[in-house]
């Protein structure tokens, strides 16, 4: 058995049918679409509902306007337009060595904030490692500024 037929066993058990109707239909939903096996149909259903309760977007941001109220976008509060342009709030996340926190702001050109050029989006954060020297904040590894460029152009 799955951990997934162990979870609805379980629930069984327990008379929650609901989520056992639930997850049954999903997983035969993707059986039928993917042929997966059965340990591959726990691991997906396992990572989907995971990322659903975790607040995670499964699918790209787009500009429909039902995914938009008064500029913010209601599927990532992080993200939002103004002025006529997108950004992204938690695009670069600077995390101080030192002090062991995350800052938010500029450092060596970057800023937490990015710009979205194109839609459809799938919102990435960077985790950027930064230094002090003389009081001010470094990107301690130089590569990653290029790949935020690349990602955020």
């Not at 726990?42 to 990572?47: A, D, M, P």
């Not at 309760?53 to 500009?63: A, S, V």
């Amino acid at each position: 058995m799955t951990e997934l037929e162990f979870y609805i066993e379980y629930l069984k058990q327990n008379d929650e049918i609901e989520k056992v109707n639930l997850l049954e239909s999903i997983k035969s939903e993707i059986n039928s679409l993917l042929k997966l096996t059965p340990f591959e149909q726990s691991l997906f259903v396992k990572n989907v509902i995971s990322d659903l309760f975790n607040g995670y977007q499964l699918c790209p941001i787009t500009l429909d306007e039902k995914e938009w109220d008064n500029d913010i976008n209601i599927r990532n509060n992080n993200i939002y337009k103004f002025e006529d342009k997108y950004y992204f709030n938690h695009a670069v996340l600077f995390y101080s060595l030192e002090e062991k926190s995350l800052l938010y702001g500029d450092c060596d050109n970057i800023t937490s904030v990015q710009e979205i050029k194109t839609f459809p989006f799938i919102p990435k954060s960077f985790n950027v490692q930064v230094i002090t020297l003389n009081g001010e904040y470094h990107v301690l590894h130089k590569n990653v500024i290029d790949e935020i460029r690349l990602y955020y152009p």
